[in-house]
T-cell receptor, first 112, second 116 residues
């Protein structure tokens, strides 16, 4: 059974801090790892990673994958209160497999 | 609005009653997924459709749960004889065919089910 473990479970920081969220996984026939942000109800897509060592970046957020060590990190620099959310990591198997397996998320709280 | 929509947003029911939820995916998406999420947990896969065909169903899913996507567009998820343990957020998501490189899921806002 595929497994995704995220750490820490929760994190409280102040605006301007930099945070690193971790995601480790075990999956057969790895296809991709995706990060989502869940603020209230609907998770929204952040990044998809398929290759090791290639950083994906969007503004203050960046993510990288290590396929040898089976983990990914999500970095957020200069955090803002609007970054407060649950960050979910998910893995997918090969292209014909339907499901994404999610971790339990990291709850990030950014205080003013 | 061209996003994924779910109806109702909230449902309160008594134990033993049947409930049905509806999901309207993004119109050009041929894949539709149902997930369940409880507080402090990540979304748990329930089932998915490619067009009208239900291709995978979680082994954890009891026979009380059934899902349909009759014309390959909207989908319904029915829970029969609800139990208190069914209380959760039911999330629907859609996507294009991942085989074409479209891996990401577009989620609806969910239906929050409370079983009393």
């Amino acid at each position: 059974e595929d497994k995704v473990v995220q750490s820490p479970l929760s994190l409280v920081v102040h605006e301007g801090d930099t945070v690193t969220l971790n995601c480790s996984y075990e999956v057969t026939n790895f296809r991709s790892l995706l990060w989502y942000k869940q603020e209230k109800k609907a998770p929204t897509f952040l990044f998809m990673l398929t290759s090791s060592g290639i950083e994906k970046k969007s503004g203050r957020l960046s993510s990288i994958l290590d396929k040898k060590e089976l983990f990914s990190i999500l970095n957020i620099t200069a955090t803002q209160t609007g970054d407060s959310a649950v960050y979910l990591c998910a893995v997918r198997r090969d292209t014909n497999a339907g499901k994404s397996t999610f971790g339990d998320g990291t709850t990030l709280t950014v205080k003013p | 609005d061209t996003g994924v929509s779910q109806d109702p947003r909230h449902k309160i029911t008594k134990r033993g009653q049947n409930v049905t939820f509806r999901c309207d995916p993004i119109s050009e998406h041929n894949r539709l997924y149902w997930y369940r999420q409880t507080l402090g947990q990540g979304p748990e896969f329930l089932t998915y459709f490619q067009n009208e065909a239900q291709l995978e169903k979680s082994r954890l899913l009891s026979d009380r749960f059934s899902a349909e996507r009759p014309k390959g567009s909207f989908s319904t998820l029915e829970i029969q004889r609800t139990e208190q343990g069914d209380s959760a957020m039911y999330l629907c998501a859609s996507s294009l065919d991942p085989g074409q490189g479209y891996e990401k899921l577009f989620f609806g806002s969910g239906t929050q089910l409370s079983v009393l």
